[in-house]
């Protein structure tokens, strides 16, 4: 099982950061494809998750609109797009997998993690 993460960068406050993980090893349309950041000092944060069945999507209520999720099952792929990033989305993000019906918020439910990919918003 392998979770490929990619996309992160340094980018101005306002500005917009598109982040990729690849999945390979398992069956990708039967999990939910959850993205979670981690700040410098700071716990592991939930962002947002797609269910790869039904294409659901669920968000942190910090997200506020500024953040999309979608999953391309075809292609092994989930992608966060993040727009009108602020300094405090600073952070490295991580992909996971969960075989879950009904997507969760909660990292220790998620079974695959990949190895993050770090962005740093600059004000």
């Known amino acids: 099982v392998q979770l490929q993460a990619s996309g992160g960068g340094l980018v101005q406050a306002g500005g917009s950061v598109r982040l990729s993980c690849v999945a390979s090893?398992?069956?990708?349309?039967?999990?939910?494809m959850g993205w979670f950041r981690q700040a410098p000092g700071k716990e592991r944060e939930w962002v947002a998750s797609v269910n790869t069945i039904n294409g659901k999507t669920y968000y942190g209520d910090f997200v506020k609109g500024r953040f999309t999720v979608s999953a391309d099952n075809a292609a092994n792929t989930v992608t966060l797009e993040m727009n009108n990033l602020k300094s405090e989305d600073t952070a490295v993000y991580f992909c996971?997998?969960?075989?879950?019906?009904?997507?969760?918020?909660?990292?220790?439910?998620?079974?695959?993690w990949g190895q993050g990919t770090e962005v740093t918003v600059s004000s």
């Open positions: 996971a997998a969960d075989l879950a019906l009904v997507c969760s918020f909660d990292a220790s439910d998620y079974d695959h």
């Open positions: 090893g398992f069956r990708f349309d039967y999990y939910c």
